[in-house]
Nanobody, 126 residues
């Protein structure tokens, strides 16, 4: 059974930092694109960041410079380091995997991703 399990969410003041982790099991994702999405109340799920199997990293404009996505292939995990957090970053954050099987591309459309975690809440207070 394939599972993606996020951790690391919480409550932080504006300007603070959090590190989200996504642990994958049931399958190796080393040749796939891994992504992070978020969904705020009343809003659609939106793309945050992705990393391809070759190491490419991509971000939505609003988090560039502040967020860093990374992958630990040995541990089958993907992380999202979030610095200088803002109240507008408040959302449930989801880890997702896109079975690109060596394809060096990424999608910003959540419908293109094949596996999802249950989400972790990030709340940034002003």
């Amino acid at each position: 059974q394939v599972q993606l399990i996020e951790s690391g969410g919480g409550l932080v003041q504006a300007g603070g930092s959090l590190r989200l982790s996504c642990a994958a099991s049931g399958r190796t994702f080393s040749r796939d694109t891994m992504g992070w999405f978020r969904q705020a109340p009343g809003k659609e799920r939106e793309f945050v960041a992705a990393t391809t199997w070759s190491g490419g990293r991509y971000y939505t404009d609003s988090v560039k410079v502040r967020f860093t996505i990374s992958r630990d292939r040995a541990k089958n995990t993907v992380n999202l380091r979030m610095d200088n957090l803002k109240p507008e970053d408040t959302a449930v954050y989801y880890c997702a995997a896109d079975q690109t099987n060596g394809g060096n591309y990424y999608h910003t459309n959540p419908n293109e991703y094949d596996f999802w975690g249950q989400g972790t809440q990030v709340t940034v207070s002003s």
